[in-house]
């Protein structure tokens, strides 16, 4: 990582992540009523749908922060395990944020990002449904093949990220869809991933755009 990738590593992990622990305790509840991951279950589940188009208004940095914790964070300081569970907890599934500003990765240990690439890839991952490439957010789950056993598995552990994706944006006022649709190979090429780096969902997220 260069000196200034480093920086703005710093800048995001003060102004973009609180530190999870602090979400888990509810101080979270200091964001704008109705914009905390507080909604009964119930409520979130019955509201959860993925919506046909999202207009292209920011996802705040505190519902972004929110979002990832809920995805992956670490809520076991002492076993360093996560919200999701995954197979043989093989925590597999890196989750990167994606924005016209760029791309980010999700550190669960240290509930902070980093910087991976200054590039706007929101329409690889958009590919043919190029209604999306406006949207303010995706979140990009890949699996690392090397840490289970059988697709399947990445897969699977990649759809529990994403459910728990879905019912924390629907706490937060947003909404989410998940998609297998994008142009895998622009994105793999764009951050470098090796071969056994296998993006496998993502979830477009953002305001629902009503008619
Ligand atoms: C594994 C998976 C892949 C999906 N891929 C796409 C996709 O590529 N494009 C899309 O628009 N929606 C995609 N969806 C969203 C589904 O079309 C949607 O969940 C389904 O129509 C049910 O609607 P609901 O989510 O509102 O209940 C996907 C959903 C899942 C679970």
């Known amino acids: 990582m260069t000196p200034q990738n480093t920086d703005r590593r710093k800048l995001l992990s003060a102004a973009l992540l609180a530190p999870a622990g602090s979400l888990a305790a509810g101080t979270a509840a200091a964001a704008p009523r109705g914009q905390d991951l507080n909604m009964p279950l ?24 929110q979002i990832l914790w809920a995805a992956c964070g670490e809520n076991r300081k002492d076993t360093h395990k996560r919200t999701a569970p995954s197979s043989r907890n093989s925590q597999d599934i890196t989750v ?14 240290k509930h902070a990002v980093a910087a991976v690439i200054p590039d706007d890839l929101r ?32 897969g ?28 895998r190979e622009e994105i793999s090429a764009k951050l470098k991933l090796p071969e056994t780096q296998v993006p496998v969902l993502n979830i477009v997220i953002g305001r629902e755009k009503t008619a």
């Open 42 to 65: 119930l409520d979130a589940l019955k509201n959860r749908h993925s919506p046909m188009d999202v207009t292209s208004a920011p996802v705040e940095s505190g519902l972004l922060s």
């Open 123 to 154: 329409a690889a991952v958009a590919a043919r449904q190029t209604k999306f490439a406006g949207a303010p957010l995706f979140l990009l789950l890949v699996t690392d093949r090397t840490k289970v056993s059988d697709p399947v598995s990445g």
């Open 96 to 109: 990167y944020a994606v924005r016209q500003d760029g791309v980010w990765v999700y550190e669960p240990g």
């Open 156 to 183: 699977i552990d990649a759809g529990l990220v994403a459910q728990n994706v879905c019912l924390a944006c629907v706490s937060l006022g947003l909404a989410p869809r998940p998609r297998t649709t994008m142009n």
